[in-house]
């Protein structure tokens, strides 16, 4: 096993926090180093982010088709769900399968 200075063990760390969109994976690329060792690195210097999602930039907001589009894709499901409902009572009654 290699032993790694100090102030590189810090440095992953700090680089980890300083860029919040960054993964430690990103951050152990950009170092040069190991991403399981950085891994450990930030986990002894106390160094965490929420858990769950990761912060994302702010999207800008939908363009008009953007939202058109979603809409009709919603819609879309809606009607394909609607017309599978009669399909799958037809089997039933007919005895083909269960629901």
Known sequence: ???CPPQSKADSAAL???RPEATIRQAAA???SNPEASRNWVRAAGASRPRGRRT???AEPPTPL???NAALRKKVR???EERE???KAAKYFAGE???
């Open 66 to 68: 953007e939202a058109e």
């Open 30 to 32: 950009d170092l040069g």
């Open 97 to 99: 399968t269960r629901w």
């Open 1 to 3: 096993m290699k032993n």
């Open 85 to 87: 409902i009669p399909r």
């Open 16 to 18: 980890y926090q300083s």
């Open 56 to 58: 994302e930039v702010p």
């Open 78 to 80: 809606e009607l394909e």
